[in-house]
């Protein structure tokens, strides 16, 4: 065969510099392209040798290092290429939208490598950005073909010439620029092609020159990925080894979900419900996007919702749009049936196990619960599904759905926990809650749910303002501001005005520094309860609570200051006591000290003393225990 050049029928000459400044902004990028199109090749020729009954040998892709000739080649035995193929394939339908592409880049502010994942039939051209020479020698399996030599030095001119090549398949050599040597190393070359290409349907081999024969006898990939095999005839085991493959310094997963669908759209994957960490920061990058095995992103905003981050795996589709910016994305009408359908398996995922196994769903909800709200909160039909199933530790700390939380409210108080058609549910804040409250209505049959202070103020809201079909309504109450109206016992009389006086007296009307737990204003108020178990609480506004929460929680602690008021049971023992003492006049600062010590009671039982107020409290106390120690000699 004669040399023959020829030329890209292009009109500019900056096609090269505009693909290597833009095409992709990671250059390892080229092996991906380069796999993905000797994995196309290979397919077709199995599917036209089966067509023509052909015998075809064992598929495979071999790429070999060369440090001392600076090249990489990769090749296969797939159906190989005419030079007319080649011509066709690779120097023209490749540039058919090269001037678009060009313009594309030029005119608008498009961010790098963003916008473009084979775009135009470029992939194989990605080449040139780690290379200043490509060849091409290949083989038709179309019987009587002869071999054909391509080349090209990253330029519109290309050459074509006579080939050695003796077997079915393409050889493509790339020499190697100064800039990119880095490849010529085995490991690196071989790390990059296991980032892209580890679940490759065909068997992938790394080779360096240099090395002896048997030192490259196993690929560097699993040709048959978990995702692509029958659920059935997988076992527990299986999914657990495929994640640490996956995420090695991961804890086990919690459980799992198998996705295959071929219609309307095709799609396979595996997602895992890991073990959260909260004391690590977010990753959004935790699920993985293929395409044909082929690795594309481990950023799948716009196809998986935000909330479905937190989970771990892969997803394979051939029905995403790869080929198109992430903006276009949030419009095209499969990824948004892809994405209904990754909600609606993970939803019914989540009622099945809440449904068959009930404990387990119990012991793994401290890790999902964020999940199973964010997602609720975020997604309308998953929360239709889910609203029934979330779960809440009660005061005697086990699990109850907000159903069955109103189910346990004795009729005693059916009357005082209803309004209307809206059902109230009181609630506590863990860790920063006066248990003795809890104590008090658990004594009458009545529980309060356990809230943290991340998800829950957004959910709660959440369940307030949007209300579902055939569902109840709930309105959500702190125990501090709802045990006056439960278990109030009577009227407050003029005894009782006195003893709001006396705290106030000592508690509030002589304090003019910052010094103690009173000093960002506190309102006493006197609360006859039934059961006199705790001489004071705390309470704060229901609403200014909730700007609170939802201001810490976007990282402004400080923008709401809560006032609390105190409110004092004349009740309790203690209450009457020093009532008892003032009364006779004998020891004032004794009563004085007593009213301190209820403050700080009711502080601890509830979100405890600050560091600056521990001491004051322990020099209190001890003042308090050394009079009434001295008053018993």
């Avoid at 394939?89 to 084979?118: T, W």
């Avoid at 309307?264 to 690590?280: H, M, Q, S, Y």
């Avoid at 020891?587 to 405890?608: F, Q, W």
């Amino acid at each position: 065969m004669s040399t023959r050049k020829g030329s890209i029928s292009v009109k500019t000459n900056d096609i090269f510099p505009i693909i290597k400044k833009w095409l992709y902004s990671e250059h390892d990028i080229f092996m991906r392209e380069l796999v993905a199109n000797a994995t196309d090749a290979i397919t077709k020729r199995a599917t036209l040798a089966r067509t023509l009954n052909q015998e075809v040998a064992a598929p495979e892709i071999r790429v070999v290092v060369n440090k001392k000739e600076k090249t990489i080649i990769i090749s296969d035995n797939g159906l190989g290429m005419t030079e007319s193929d080649v011509e066709k394939y690779i120097a023209q339908l490749a540039f058919s939208g090269a001037e678009e592409f060009v313009k594309k880049m030029k005119d608008s502010n498009i961010e790098k490598g963003g916008d473009i994942i084979g775009k135009f039939g470029l992939g194989f051209y990605s080449t040139f950005m780690v290379a200043n020479l490509v060849e091409i020698d290949s083989l038709s399996m179309n019987e009587g073909s002869t071999p054909t030599h391509w080349s090209c030095q990253g330029d519109t001119e290309y050459t074509f010439s006579a080939s050695t090549k003796d077997t079915v398949g393409t050889t493509i050599t790339l020499h190697i620029n100064e800039e990119s040597t880095e490849f010529l190393d085995k490991w690196k070359l071989q790390a990059t092609l296991k980032n892209f290409c580890s679940f490759m349907p065909y068997p992938i081999f790394v080779a360096d020159i240099e090395d002896k024969p048997e030192d490259n006898k196993d690929s560097i990939n699993d040709t048959k990925p978990l995702w692509k095999k029958d659920p059935a005839t997988l076992k527990d085991e299986d999914y657990k080894e495929f994640f640490r493959k996956l995420y090695p310094a991961e804890q086990e997963p919690l459980f799992w979900l198998h996705l295959k669908v071929d219609h309307p759209f095709t799609l396979e994957g595996v997602l895992f419900f890991p073990k959260i960490n909260f004391n690590r920061p977010f990753n959004e990058s935790n699920i993985k996007l293929y395409c044909k095995q082929v690795f594309v992103s481990d950023n799948v905003k716009n196809i998986v919702p935000d909330f479905l981050n937190l989970l771990k795996g892969v997803i394979d589709s051939t029905d995403i749009p790869l080929n198109v910016s992430r903006s276009s994305l949030q419009g095209d009408p499969n990824v948004k049936k892809i994405s209904n359908y990754i909600i609606k398996k993970v939803a019914e995922s989540l009622k099945k196990l809440y449904t068959s196994d009930r404990p387990r769903y119990e012991t793994i909800w401290e890790d999902i619960g964020m999940f199973v709200k964010y997602g609720s909160i975020s997604d309308t039909k998953f929360d239709e599904v889910m609203r029934e199933r979330v779960i809440f530790k009660n005061s005697e700390n086990k699990f109850a759905t907000l159903g069955e939380y109103t189910a346990s409210i004795p009729a005693a108080y059916a009357d005082k926990m209803k309004t209307e058609s809206v059902h109230k549910v009181v609630y506590f804040e863990k860790l920063k809650s006066d248990i003795s409250l809890r104590t008090q209505l658990l004594t009458e049959g009545l529980h309060a749910i356990e809230t943290d202070d991340h998800i829950d103020p957004h959910y709660l809201q959440h369940i307030e303002t949007h209300k579902l079909e055939n569902q109840p309504e709930y309105k959500f109450v702190t125990i501090d501001a709802e045990i006056g109206n439960l278990l109030a016992s009577e009227n407050t009389n003029e005894e009782d005005i006195k003893v709001k006086e006396l705290f106030a007296k000592f508690l509030v009307g002589e304090k003019t520094t910052d010094e103690g737990p009173m000093a960002a204003g506190v309102d006493i108020e006197i609360g006859k309860l039934k059961n006199a178990q705790a001489p004071a609480f705390f309470k704060v506004d229901e609403q200014m609570k909730r700007f609170s929460q939802m201001a810490k929680s976007m990282g402004n602690s400080n923008m709401f200051p809560v006032k609390k008021t105190l409110v004092i049971n004349p009740n309790n023992n203690l209450i009457k006591n020093a009532m008892k003492i003032w009364n006779a006049g004998k020891h004032p600062l004794l009563v004085e000290k007593i009213c301190h010590h209820v403050e700080d009671l009711a502080t601890i039982s509830s979100e405890g003393l600050k560091h600056d107020e521990k001491e004051l409290f322990v020099k209190r106390t001890q003042e308090l225990i050394e009079e009434l120690s001295t008053l018993a000699l």
